[in-house]
């Protein structure tokens, strides 16, 4: 199995800035996509950020042009690297990885814990 836990959440102002990360560990064979969700209270979950194996990136339109999603791939971890933060920006962000615990097993889609981002007004 592969386990994603995430840090690095927590309370900032507005117009601030914070790091999340998120490093899988386990049985892992391949990590594929890595992506970042989250959840705000009361909505569905939403695509923040996604890089592929290969390094491509895309955003969602909230948050194109101030948050940045990069990868190291060594250590199976990915990050995101919030600016500019707004109210709106608070919710629960989740670390997402598409790969295989083993050369045999398929291609699973896996989840972290959440970490918390509250944006003070």
């Known amino acids: 199995q592969v386990q994603l836990v995430e840090s690095g959440g927590g309370l900032v102002q507005i117009g601030g800035s914070l790091r999340l990360s998120c490093a899988a560990s386990?049985?892992?064979?391949?990590?594929?996509?890595m992506a970042w969700y989250r959840q705000a209270p009361g909505k569905q979950r939403e695509l923040v950020a996604c890089?592929?194996?290969?390094?491509?990136?895309s955003y969602g339109a909230d948050v194109k042009g101030r948050f940045t999603i990069s990868r190291e791939y060594a250590k199976n971890t990915v990050f995101l690297v919030m600016n500019s933060l707004k109210p709106e920006d608070t919710a629960v962000y989740y670390c997402n990885a598409d790969g295989k615990a083993t050369f045999v097993d398929r291609t699973r889609t896996y989840w972290g814990q959440g970490t918390q981002v509250t944006v003070s007004s």
């Open positions: 890089i592929t194996s290969g390094g491509s990136t």
């Open positions: 386990g049985n892992i064979f391949r990590i594929n996509d």
